[in-house]
């Protein structure tokens, strides 16, 4: 009788304001001052050249990886946000940010992914019934595990594939 109780429900989840935090919310380290601003970071395919530069520094400094260590999640949640931001705007289409939990148990797309960052977003159409990871793909770059070189290569990808 009231079985509509028991349907799934997509949950949103609008992560443009943790996206803008890549230039609203800068350290104090000069080259973020002078790259990580509005300017360059304009929501476009060639702002992720930006980001690429950001993390190659992240990793590769001392300075960088004792943040990184410290803040993962944090890094994790903005840069993940940043390019799933640039990807659905570049895309064009009923892509939005859906909490992974209510993706997981509304579309079989994510069966057997294992949700590593606690209340994980995914970028989801309903009218194609696919998603995209922006947040897991760049846990696994910054712990050194993934298949890109590079998150410009990814977000190509991911434009040219739900295109």
Known sequence: MFNFLNRTILIKDDLKGIAKLMYEDVSDD???????????????????????????????????????????????FRIGAYIGEVIKNSIKQDFFWYEFDSVYN???????????????????????????????????????????NSFLKYVEEMIKQNS
């Not at 001052?33 to 395919?45: A, D, I, P, Q, V």
């Not at 950001?54 to 990793?59: A, D, G, N, P, S």
């Open 30 to 76: 000069a080259w973020d001052k002078e790259n990580l601003t509005k300017r360059n970071l304009n929501f476009t395919n060639e702002s992720i050249r930006y980001i690429d530069m950001y993390t190659e520094r992240l990793m590769n400094t001392e300075m960088g990886s004792v943040l990184l260590n410290e803040h993962f999640d944090n890094f994790v």
């Open 106 to 148: 509304y579309s079989s797309k994510l069966d057997g992914v294992y949700n590593s960052i606690e209340t994980q977003s995914v970028l989801y159409s309903k009218k194609k019934d696919v998603v995209i990871l922006p947040l897991f793909v760049v846990s696994q770059f910054l712990e050194g595990n993934s298949t890109y």
